[in-house]
């Protein structure tokens, strides 16, 4: 069987309640040390993934890739990946030869 405890009432106001909470917070503020930050990691993109990125086809990416307008690929588990910095490098070149073969 429970047993309940007697509740307390205490009368505060609303500003002294404030004061509380505030000190509460300072204090949890205080001992809080933030979680240092995993080291970055290269981060590869997938063959779709930089297809997509270009707005081309994978059919475009591979002819790309062949004639080294694009970065250069890497193999990791039988996958091709690109570098994800390298491939944003090259978006602008991209975008360019895009317009000048829509302009032929």
């Known amino acids: 069987m429970l047993t309940q405890q007697p509740t307390l009432l205490i009368p505060i106001d609303a ?5 509380l909470v505030r000190q ?18 290269p981060e590869y993109l997938t063959r779709r993934e930089v297809a997509d990125l270009y707005r081309v086809s994978l059919t475009t990416l591979n002819e790309w890739t062949n004639s080294g ?12 990946l690109f570098k994800r910095d390298e491939v944003l490098a090259t978006l602008d070149d991209v975008k360019s030869m895009k317009h000048k073969k829509r302009g032929n």
Do not use: D, H
Not at 72 to 78: L, P, V
């Open 69 to 80: 307008f694009v970065p250069k690929t890497r193999k990791a588990n039988g996958r091709v």
């Open 15 to 19: 500003p002294a309640l404030s004061e």
């Open 24 to 41: 509460a917070v300072r204090s949890e503020l205080s001992a809080y040390t933030p979680p240092t930050p995993a080291p970055p990691l």
